[in-house]
């Protein structure tokens, strides 16, 4: 499994997951990898070529963590989502989570 946080994500939150993922991970036959939009794409990258580098085809599910909860309303970026088989999570500020495209199965 892939899970990408997006650029308005402090680099720590992604890092932390990460560290805690690959202790968790160890002899699992799937693990988990994460990783940060800057990881993966420049500052300012358009959404949907984010979501594209997200679902890179070698993992068997990618899920995209945002605080853009407009995404799952723009159509094209929607569209990306589901021809990428990429789920999303929109953190809201209130605590709240989004949860669109794909669903996680």
Do not use: W
């Not at 789920?87 to 669109?100: D, F, P, V």
């Amino acid at each position: 499994m892939r899970v990408a946080f997006d650029e308005n994500t402090p680099r720590a939150v992604a890092h932390a997951l990460r560290i805690l993922a690959e202790a968790d991970a160890k002899g699992s036959p799937e693990p988990m990898e994460v990783l940060h939009a800057l990881d993966l794409l420049k500052r300012g990258a358009p959404d949907v070529a984010l979501i594209q580098a997200v679902a890179d085809g070698t993992h068997a599910k990618a899920v995209l963590i945002t605080t853009d909860k407009a995404m799952r309303t723009r159509r094209h970026e929607r569209a990306a989502f589901l021809t990428r088989d990429v789920s999303g999570s929109c953190c809201a500020e209130n605590g709240t989570t989004l949860r669109y495209g794909i669903a996680l199965g």
